[in-house]
């Protein structure tokens, strides 16, 4: 009586994985393999399925006719818009943005032609995320960076800090909101009930998770969770309230609310101790929500979990 999957497709890339992402009914998938040119050489490279036709071959991002890829070094990240627009983050520190164009292929068809480079984060960008007219970007730098969409501009920088002088609030106490000291390893849009405001969360290795007004860049809410965080995801309870689901450098998983006070209470806590149940290697390296209140994570145990939220957290 289980659920039965059909394998719809399947192509082999030539090297590793390192993102994907899904806008309507494209796949986008950022891996480094060979560019053909330089049998030798490794560069970042995106290709795109049409999700509706995806026996057809896969569209290409390439920086020029003749640089058949889309960055010397591996792509981090990835941002699509069902409108043709996609923000690509390297480990060369730099944001491309692309445009889908009849001759932008490598042999002169269609494919995603180059519109701009966005260069200023030192080192790899490992999150991109679009809120209104406003690209964020966040980096193993620990800076977060607010991009205009339209000139290409950075707007706005949120500076990493010391560790020595992060404050994040614990238990409802009020301290002084700072940036991240460590890598930043996700960044989340999100529009709260309501018409309550439009926000950001953002995850680091330096143990917490931030919240950000999407309008000005002030950070509003803060929570240490005592380890790296190493992914994060929104879900719902079977009330429709949103969670924050955050996936941890141990193996943990905690379920945070994003609309209780204090904002980021613990709601529950999938420890790395539970063997058997939970990832004990860690760390978490993605998680995902799923449909009827399921949410998937994997790890560096080799394990893919399953979980369905069926309890009231009193939201």
């Not at 569209?59 to 941002?79: D, F, Q, T, V």
């Not at 409802?172 to 009930?193: C, I, K």
């Not at 009330?239 to 613990?266: A, E, H, Q, W």
């Amino acid at each position: 009586g289980g659920a039965t999957l059909t394998q719809e497709f399947e192509h082999f890339v030539g090297g590793p994985v390192d993102t994907v992402h899904i806008a309507s009914h494209f796949f986008f998938c950022g891996f480094e393999a060979s560019p053909g040119e330089a049998p030798d050489a490794k560069a970042g490279m995106v290709h795109t399925w049409n999700l509706n036709a995806a026996s057809e071959p896969p569209l290409e991002l390439c920086l020029s006719p003749m640089a058949k890829y889309a960055g010397s070094g591996r792509i981090r990240s990835l941002w699509t818009t069902v409108d043709g627009r996609v923000w690509s983050g390297g480990t060369d520190g730099v944001i491309r943005q692309w445009a889908f164009s009849p001759t932008g292929g490598p042999t002169g068809t269609g494919g995603f032609a180059l519109v701009r480079s966005m260069e200023s984060h030192l080192g790899a960008v490992t999150g991109i995320t679009l809120v209104g007219t406003m690209l964020w970007s966040g980096g193993m730098d620990g800076t977060i960076r607010l991009w205009n969409v339209d000139s290409g501009d950075c707007a706005h920088l949120i500076p990493a800090v010391k560790k020595d002088t992060t404050n994040a609030t614990s238990g409802g106490a009020q301290a002084p909101p700072t940036g991240h000291s460590g890598p930043v390893t996700g960044l989340l849009p999100f529009e709260a009930p309501n018409n309550q405001g439009s926000f950001v969360f953002s995850s680091s290795l330096d143990d917490t998770v931030k919240v950000w007004n999407a309008t000005n860049g002030e950070c509003v809410a803060s929570e240490s969770h005592g380890q790296g965080v190493t992914s994060i995801a929104l879900t719902s309870d079977l009330k429709g309230n949103p969670l924050l689901l955050c996936g941890l450098f141990y193996g943990d998983i905690m379920v945070r609310g994003t609309i209780s006070s204090p904002p980021l209470v613990l709601l529950l806590k999938l420890s790395h101790q539970y063997i058997g149940v939970g990832h004990e290697l860690g760390p978490v390296n993605d998680i995902q929500a799923g449909p009827g209140n399921t949410f998937y994570a994997v790890a560096d145990d080799g394990k893919l979990t399953v979980w369905q939220i069926t309890g009231d957290f009193g939201l």
